[in-house]
């Protein structure tokens, strides 16, 4: 049996192979774009990682009482741009050994094409229904985006058994850094399928620009504000 750390590190670089320069119509590099769009990543998380430290602290002592055999924090690898592995951090939403009874439920996924959802997931907390439902257990993701791994807007980042199962199609969505939410978020989340997520990632590649970017940002705060479609 393959170790899962080979695995995953297989993954990554068949990964690399569907890695393309993204560039706009005239044909030249988004400098620019990245630039700014990196520089507002570095601000924006950093201001609500101050702002957001209270509720920080709050989160981890509810998650702490109710299930204290378990971490704050819930740490995953992820495949990101150019299939570059990376941790990626999450208020823990489950119980503690959540991972190990996965291969139990994969017979239940809800979701088509490689991705896992269900949406009684018997691993979820009471704690980490709320989390999850207004997308409060995400917020850690912003120490990602101050690192460098994430943005705050682009495709989520996918896990590298997931990776494993892509088509060379599906391998497009790794061309651009992964954000904490994106265009698929905000068009459906959970309710739409694979397939759907990927061409909606695939569009927000080619027609990205700074003012997309913001509209998706205020939508995903509608979205939160409805707490709908998200498990």
Do not use: H
Not at 74 to 89: D, E, M, N, S
Not at 186 to 198: A, C, D, E, H
């Amino acid at each position: 049996m393959i170790p899962s750390s080979q695995r995953e590190e297989e993954a990554a670089l068949y990964a690399k192979r569907y890695y393309p320069a993204v560039r706009r119509a005239g044909g030249k590099p988004e400098t620019l774009y990245l630039f700014i769009k990196r520089v507002f990543d570095i601000a924006a998380s950093a201001a609500a990682l101050l702002a957001l430290s209270p509720l920080f602290l709050i989160l981890a002592l509810v998650i702490k009482l109710e299930d204290p055999r378990g971490s704050v924090f819930f740490g995953q690898t992820r495949v990101g741009k150019a299939g570059r592995l990376f941790r990626i951090y999450k208020f823990r939403s489950m119980i503690a050994d959540a991972e190990a009874l996965l291969p139990n439920l994969l017979n239940q996924n809800e979701m088509s094409g490689p991705m896992f959802k269900m949406r009684n997931d018997p691993r979820v907390t009471r704690v980490g229904r709320f989390i999850r439902r207004t997308s409060i257990d995400e917020l850690p993701q912003l120490v990602n985006v101050l690192k460098g791994d994430m943005s705050l807007v682009g495709p989520r980042p996918s896990l590298p058994r997931e990776v494993e199962k892509y088509s060379e199609y599906d391998r497009l969505r790794l061309s651009v850094t992964p954000g904490c939410t994106g265009l698929w978020q905000v068009s459906g989340r959970s309710g739409l399928n694979f397939k759907q997520m990927v061409e909606l990632d695939l569009l927000y590649i080619e027609q990205r620009t700074l003012g997309l970017d913001l509209k998706i940002m205020f939508m995903t705060a509608w979205q939160l504000v409805r707490s709908k479609n998200a498990f």
